[in-house]
């Protein structure tokens, strides 16, 4: 009985310590881990799952650090962009932010773009009680050093004074001092109806102050209506000026009233290269609207880019309004009553891919237009009301106003600014600089190539053709010059012309395609021998250049293949930019008619040059040439 109680103890100690160490183990172990729920805890580590890098490589995860110092250029790595005050960021770019002022009157400006504003109703204009003018509100300035003594009556216009002037005090035919006619009745390019008669009293007539122009519905000449085409040429031709123009129109379906200026001496070639400025355009086919435009070998209506605007005019055909545009150097500017309702300026940032004078050249004398024609292309685009009897332009004055800009000059520029190459064609280099400032107005810029003169240059731009550039590095400098014959001081930018292209030589024959550079022409498949392609498309102006060896000295000539329907061709060789022959040919009588013409004889030195053809006429192919020796 004691054996067995002992035991009992023994065993009653035995649990009591096993108990104890149980609950010294539990408060040793970690406590077992709650289960984390991942729906309500999505980002918890115990949640998101391993990105595999093989399927995503560009994972957050997987993507590796960039090292900047051996990747600047990385995109990781590119400092951020900062625009300047009233500047934005777009595309990448810091741009200008737009205001109001920014866009025309009947814009407004929404996501930083000028768009036409819908609600925008145009202004009403005042109806003029007489030939007074009124004024723009310019300052008044004292000089008459320019004015036209028969033209003393007038005052100035601010520092406008005026030259030039008919304010038709008399009777009769218009004066013969001032005006001169356009004459004919082959449509005028635009196929229009009149025949346009020469001192005609029917057509043309001054007559209790005021000249009218009258279309008659009449057979003439071959055409079946007759009117009269007034112009200043070589009586009154201007390069910049201020003109004024009070008129009525008439109205009605195929009437085309204008007052217009076109070049006098056509120094850049024929239309639109020489350009047009329409002061005011009318068609009674869309009436109460008045259009102001100007044309140029860039941008004019043929390839539908003229630039102009039109606007609404509810009197235009009952009242007498004054039609005028301000022109100087690289801007113009219409009016309607004095109201400045648009203004074009050359802009070398739209105009990169074209030489400066395609885009605006309106830096050469100009005469003045007054017609009224009948019909044509847009007179007559929507039909013309053959019952019309009394369609008369009337005019109550012209005057022409100009600025002594030289007399009203006292201070020499300053320098341009921002001198910078815009673009590189197959013309050249285009470079751009801000214009200069001065008291008065620039007049031109002088433009230097390694200090030898260049051109002088009216515009805040200019072409530099590869082939006066040096290909291991030229510096072109730019000194601005006002009318007074004051100069700023220059400023320089150097230049690098590409390397040349590959040598052809003068035993072969030179494909009239391998030019390395060209402006204007374009090729088109031939059918002349050896087949391939020839230079067509080719306009006064156009030239191709190639890179030639000479392997032998001698006195030479070129046998060109060329063709041209109906007026013939005209070139000019040129030897690393300086002439040395030319060539004249008459019609082929089709544009694949191919005939051999040979240029003026030149001696060449052994070497390799440059050889520019240039064209000195419209309408003309070329297929290859061959250097012909001839001693």
């Not at 070998?297 to 235009?316: D, P, R």
């Not at 001081?489 to 590959?502: G, L, R, S």
């Amino acid at each position: 009985m004691k054996k067995l109680f002992v035991l009992l103890l023994m065993l009653t100690v035995s649990l009591t310590l096993v108990g104890c160490d149980l609950i010294e183990d539990d408060l040793l172990d970690d406590p077992v881990p709650v289960e984390v729920d991942c729906e309500l805890n999505p980002e918890h580590e115990d949640c998101v799952e391993e990105v595999d890098c093989d399927l995503n490589p560009e994972h957050e995860d997987c993507v590796e650090e960039v090292d900047c110092d051996l990747n600047p250029e990385h995109e990781d790595c590119e400092e951020p962009l900062y625009c300047m005050p009233g500047t934005m960021e777009e595309n990448g770019v810091c741009v200008d932010i737009l205001t109001q002022e920014d866009c025309d009157l009947d814009e407004m400006v929404v996501d930083n773009k000028c768009v036409i504003n819908p609600d925008y109703v145009a202004p009403e204009f005042p109806v003029l009680p007489g030939p007074d003018y009124v004024s723009q509100g310019y300052d008044e300035y004292l000089g008459r050093d320019i004015v036209n003594e028969d033209c003393s009556h007038l005052e100035n216009i601010g520092e406008w004074q005026p030259v030039w002037c008919d304010e038709f005090e008399y009777e009769g035919l218009p004066n013969s001092s001032l005006w001169a006619y356009d004459v004919g009745g082959h449509g005028w390019g635009n196929g229009e109806l009149q025949y346009y008669t020469n001192g005609d009293l029917d057509n043309a007539y001054v007559q209790d102050g005021y000249l009218t122009i009258e279309a008659l519905k009449e057979s003439f000449g071959g055409s079946d209506y007759t009117s009269a085409r007034l112009i200043t040429k070589n009586k009154g031709d201007w390069t910049y000026g201020k003109i004024q123009i009070r008129a009525k129109v008439p109205g009605g379906k195929g009437t085309w009233p204008a007052a217009w200026l076109l070049p006098t001496d056509w120094e850049y070639g024929g239309w639109p290269d020489s350009g047009e400025i329409d002061i005011m355009e009318y068609v009674g086919v869309d009436p109460n609207v008045v259009h102001s435009t100007i044309h140029t070998g860039a941008y004019n209506h043929s390839i539908g880019t003229q630039v102009g605007k039109g606007m609404t005019l509810n009197t235009a055909e009952t009242e007498f309004h004054v039609y005028e545009m301000e022109w100087e150097p690289n801007v113009i500017r219409y009016y309607v009553n004095g109201y400045n309702f648009y203004t074009v300026t050359y802009d070398p940032e739209d105009s990169m891919n074209v030489e400066t004078w395609e885009a605006w050249p309106f830096d050469k004398d100009f005469h003045l237009l007054l017609n009224l024609a009948f019909g044509g292309a847009w007179g007559g685009y929507a039909g013309i009301d053959t019952t019309l009897d009394n369609m008369k332009f009337e005019i109550d004055y012209v005057r022409v106003y100009q600025k002594d800009y030289a007399g009203m000059d006292n201070e020499a520029p300053s320098s341009i600014t921002n001198l910078r190459v815009l673009n590189e064609t197959n013309a050249g280099s285009f470079i751009a600089w801000n214009p200069a400032e001065d008291d008065v107005m620039v007049e031109y810029y002088e433009v230097y190539i390694d200090d030898v003169f260049y051109q002088n240059e009216s515009h805040n731009a200019v072409t530099i053709p590869f082939d006066v550039q040096s290909s291991e590095g030229s510096t072109l400098k730019v000194i601005p010059v006002d009318f007074a014959g004051n100069k700023g001081d220059a400023v320089t930018i150097a230049i690098t012309a590409p390397e040349p292209p590959e040598v052809l030589l003068s035993t072969d024959r030179i494909q009239a395609e391998d030019y390395f550079l060209m402006n204007g022409v374009q090729l088109e498949s031939t059918t002349d021998r050896d087949g391939g392609y020839n230079v067509g498309y080719i306009d006064n102006g156009d030239y191709m250049v190639y890179y030639i060896e000479v392997t032998e000295a001698g006195q030479y000539q070129f046998k060109v293949r060329v063709a041209s329907q109906s007026d013939g061709g005209s070139f000019t060789i040129l030897q690393d930019n300086v002439e040395i022959g030319t060539c004249d040919f008459n019609a082929t009588g089709g544009w694949q008619n191919w005939a051999d013409a040979y240029t003026s004889v030149f001696n060449l030195e052994v070497g390799t040059y440059t050889f520019k053809i240039q064209s000195n006429s419209d309408g003309w192919n070329i297929n290859y040439f061959d250097f012909v020796k001839t001693n």
